[in-house]
């Protein structure tokens, strides 16, 4: 969502952003919100899959090549998503702080 008109699409893909809003024009490509949504993403996802590692090892013991299969793709599922999530978080708190 757009944090000026609250537009629907901001994304392009998975995590490219657009330039700027097709509805107010609001320059959204340019918004300099840095490493933080890259950050968080990768400090919330880690938290998270380690305390669920750590469950499923003590409750099931799996083989390895198990542990591997299962966490690399619940590992890339969860960066994805919390990448998007902050990222557009970040995006509307550098809007609300630039107005």
């Keep these: 969502m757009c944090p000026s008109c609250s537009d629907k699409k901001i994304f392009i893909g998975t995590l490219n952003v657009i330039d700027k809003c097709p509805r107010c024009g609001l320059d959204i490509g340019n918004m300099n919100i840095g490493d933080a949504a ?42 994805i998503i919390f990448l998007r999530l902050f990222k557009y978080l970040f995006i509307y708190l550098s809007y609300k702080k630039e107005e």
């Design 38 to 79: 890259i950050w968080f993403s990768m400090f919330l996802s880690s938290i998270i899959l380690g305390i669920f590692v750590l469950l499923v090892e003590i409750n099931f013991h799996p083989r390895f090549y198990i542990h591997i299969v299962i966490w690399l793709a619940i590992t890339i599922l969860f960066s």
